[in-house]
């Protein structure tokens, strides 16, 4: 696609309860980054993908939290038995690998947990 | 410690003249990568400019430039001729190691910016 794309846009649920949220990279982009954004700081990482490779998973806050990208495209961020604090916007962008350039974020998932 | 850090959580400018939004950063890599990303009231995050730890010229994107100075660990972004538009949420960016590394992104807690008319 032209962009990133990510859904859903606006997700409420309630706590306890589990959550997808997907990302759609830019074609041809081989590196896929999940961040976090709480209101009002800056994006904060979480894991990001070359390919369908997990490189690197140390900011997922804890084992509740787990992302895949199977087919090296399309990836989901999951979180399970969600709690308020999971409450923030989650961002996912991509970029080329080689040469390493921009981010292109996407618009993000806004999740509040209730 | 942190590893970038913006020292102004907000600032006004009046339009049309410059401004200075500081950044210090933290590493111990020789080669990293410091970014400039704007975050208006919409939400996006728009990418403004990219100065490479080897370049040995200040990066310049229209009326962005970055000031970057190695030795102090400042990349302090300088927005010309401001414009209403320019009003917005300001973040700076650093990835830690070589390019082919990936870009992991580790950024500060941001500038806001609002423009006067």
């Known amino acids: 696609g032209a962009g990133v794309s990510q859904s859903p846009r606006y997700k409420v649920t309630k706590r306890g309860q589990d959550v997808a949220l997907r990302c759609d990279p830019i074609?041809?982009?081989?590196?896929l980054y999940w961040y976090r954004q709480a209101l009002g700081q800056g994006p904060e990482f979480l894991t990001y993908?070359?390919?369908?490779?997990?490189?690197?998973k140390s900011g997922l806050p804890n084992d509740r939290f787990s992302a895949e990208r199977p087919e090296g495209s399309i990836s989901t961020l999951t979180i399970q038995r969600t709690e308020q604090r999971d409450s923030a916007m989650y961002r996912c962008a991509s970029s080329l690998v080689q040469p390493a350039g921009e981010l292109f974020f996407g618009e993000g998932s806004r999740l509040t947990v209730l | 410690a942190q590893k970038i850090t913006q020292t102004q959580p907000g600032m006004f400018v009046q339009e049309k003249e410059a401004v200075t939004l500081d950044c210090t950063y933290d590493?111990?890599?020789?080669?990293?990568?410091l970014f400039w990303y704007k975050q208006p009231s919409s939400g996006e995050m728009i990418f403004l400019i990219y100065?490479?730890?080897?370049?040995?010229q200040n990066a310049t994107e229209g009326r962005y430039s970055l000031n970057f100075q190695k030795a102090r660990k400042s990349a302090n972004l300088v927005i010309s001729a401001s414009q209403l538009g320019d009003s917005a949420m300001y973040f700076c960016a650093m990835r830690e190691g070589e390019k082919a590394a990936g870009n992991k992104l580790t950024f500060g807690g941001g500038t806001r910016v609002l423009v006067k008319p």
């Open positions: 074609s041809g982009h081989v590196s």
């Open positions: 590493t111990s890599d020789q080669s990293y990568g």
């Open positions: 100065q490479g730890s080897y370049d040995e």
């Open positions: 993908f070359n390919y369908e490779a997990q490189q690197d």
